[in-house]
């Protein structure tokens, strides 16, 4: 069975996520943003084996534990390579967010549109989503009762879509990705955003009001 288990963690609360194969045990961190000790913690009382930690984008809030969550599970650590720029800035990010600078770690350009990873029965498929930032992504995930877990990170939430007044953010980018690339998801599809609620698809393309009119 492969479950999902989301809690906030960081300086700004971003929603780290455990993708786990209760089976084998195999799971796929999502962006780590902080509280190491929780997120050990959880991955120790699941018996959890992390096979990789991936990152929705590189802004500072969701990268603050990767390295010591990578240096506890022996995983590897994956960015879209058009958000590798943020990394090398984190130190700026920091300063302006004022935010502690977090120990780095090497990331994995990996995460390629349209490829997926694996761990375990979880298969993580990759869309790439610019617009909040230049290597934003999504993650999908199928629950095996069918229902899809769309991990959207800061460029959908509820009733909102991300900033794009940041490093290489962009408005035109980020409507185009939510239109052709996310609500052209199911609508039952459950959306885990980078901070705040849950939702799904439909409602959003319901609700949200920078969605609506085509
Ligand atoms: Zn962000
Ligand atoms: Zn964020």
């Known amino acids: ?68 969550v990578q240096r506890k599970s022996g995983a590897r650590a994956c960015i879209h390579e058009g958000d590798r720029f943020l990394y090398d800035l984190l130190p700026v990010q920091a300063a302006m967010l004022g935010i502690e600078m977090p120990e780095t770690v090497e990331m994995v350009g990996s995460l390629v549109d349209g490829t997926s990873i694996a761990a375990g029965a ?50 035109a980018t980020i409507l185009r990705s939510l239109k052709e690339r996310i609500l052209t998801l199911p609508d039952d599809a459950v959306v885990i955003a980078g901070h705040g609620k849950n939702t799904t698809i439909g409602e959003e393309r319901e609700g949200n009001p920078f969605l609506r009119g085509g």
């Not at 780290?16 to 009382?45: H, N, Q, W, Y």
């Open 1 to 68: 069975m492969i479950s999902v288990e989301t809690f906030a963690a960081g300086p700004l609360g971003c929603n780290c996520s455990i993708v786990l194969d209760s089976e084998t045990k195999r799971a796929i961190v999502v962006d780590p943003g902080g509280d190491f000790e929780r997120i050990a913690e959880r991955l120790d009382a699941a018996g959890a084996a992390v096979e990789a930690i991936v990152h929705t984008h590189t802004h500072i809030d969701h990268v603050g534990a990767t390295a010591a």
């Open 122 to 171: 979880i298969e993580m498929g990759i869309l790439h989503t610019p617009g909040h930032t230049p290597g934003s992504v999504t993650f999908v995930v199928k629950g095996d009762d069918g229902t899809m877990h769309v991990f959207t990170g800061d460029t959908l939430f509820r009733r909102g879509i991300g900033r794009t007044d940041l490093w290489g953010g962009d408005s």
